[in-house]
């Protein structure tokens, strides 16, 4: 599994202060990933099948750098293996996150993507799929 994360700040409007991440599940996931949004955390569980049919468990947990308003957030399933949430920050700041979660080293590839990205700042007409967010993302 891997992730791509962006995000805007303001300090006047609530709608512009947002993290975006999209996330790319391995091909052989099997059945129904899940997901669980808190304000400091998101815990994420898959199973995968490899070529003999046996499942592995995953779990993990990303404990955010701040705050996040569940009310307000919004996910979608662009397909069956790629997830975008759209989060919206629970502060209002100009400053910016210097990193997604609040550990140095995470459980799986998290990049930060700051070529390319252009989203409008209305919060509720952001595009289902954030295609614009994982348009220059690249494989490590």
């Not at 308003?69 to 209002?92: A, C, E, G, Y």
């Amino acid at each position: 599994m891997q992730a791509v994360w962006t995000q805007r700040s303001s300090v006047t409007r609530s709608d512009a202060n947002i993290v975006a991440i999209v996330f790319d599940l391995p091909e052989n996931t099997a059945g129904i990933p899940r997901f669980h949004l808190e304000p400091m955390k998101l815990t994420i569980r898959f199973h995968t099948r490899d070529s003999s049919s046996a499942e592995k468990d995953h779990l993990y947990k990303i404990e955010f750098w701040e705050e996040v308003d569940v009310d307000n957030s919004k996910r979608s399933n662009d397909s069956s293996k790629r997830v975008t949430f759209i989060l919206r920050k629970k502060q209002r700041k100009l400053r910016y996150w210097p990193r997604l979660t609040k550990e140095e080293k995470t459980p799986f590839p998290i990049k930060k993507n700051i070529e390319h990205v252009s989203f409008p700042l209305s919060f509720p007409s952001f595009p289902v799929g954030a295609y614009n967010l994982y348009y220059r993302m690249e494989s490590t």
